[in-house]
């Protein structure tokens, strides 16, 4: 079931025009920079966009110029975890695993998770409960488990918010979504 949903909802994502993404993502980011959360956050860790995602490359260099500590993942795929590093400039990065812009190695300047106030989470799918459908590689669900004790928000296309999708117990939620429409508070 999680298959299907997410093969489906990737092949409507990698279908959006990419003037179409820039320009919802500009609306997710105008809400998510109004959110108190983001506002009183000094650490927050973005996900670096690829493959039309909610691009999120703007909003971290826009929290760099605010000067907001801004952590993002290096993907460490022999241990399947992310390393949080903190980000001093774009240039810090460059293609890595899965051809998503992560720090170099010279550049990673690892934080612990209990650093962070903020997560910004990417995903698949979401529902109204917060519960979310990531690419399936539990990079995501592992790091949160982690003590982790941040708010967490999730950014989609409207088209990604489910009614409900099917959950395992491992699986993470996030307190908050943001679609080019709307912000959602989960239960």
Aim: glycine fraction near 6%; charge should be neutral.
């Amino acid at each position: 079931m999680k298959t299907k949903i997410r093969e489906n909802l990737l092949n409507m994502r990698k279908a959006l025009p990419h003037s179409e993404v820039l320009k919802k993502s500009a609306q997710i980011k105008n809400r998510l920079f109004a959110s108190s959360w983001y506002q009183e956050a000094g650490t927050i860790l973005f996900y670096v966009s690829y493959d039309n995602e909610v691009n999120t490359h703007e909003m971290i260099q826009e929290s760099l110029v605010k000067g907001k500590n801004v952590m993002v993942p290096k993907t460490d795929s022999k241990k399947k975890t992310l390393v949080i590093s903190r980000l001093l400039c774009w240039d810090d990065l460059c293609p890595g695993t899965y051809t998503i812009l992560e720090p170099k190695d010279d550049c990673v300047r690892e934080v612990p998770i209990t650093s962070i106030d903020l997560c910004i989470i990417p995903g698949v799918a979401f529902d109204h409960n917060g519960n979310r459908i990531g690419h399936g590689g539990g990079y995501y669900d592992r790091l949160l488990q982690a003590e982790c004790h941040a708010h967490r928000i999730g950014l989609a296309f409207e088209f990604q918010v489910m009614k409900r999708i099917p959950i395992e117990t491992h699986d993470i939620r996030v307190e908050k979504i943001i679609t080019e429409e709307r912000v959602i508070d989960c239960p």
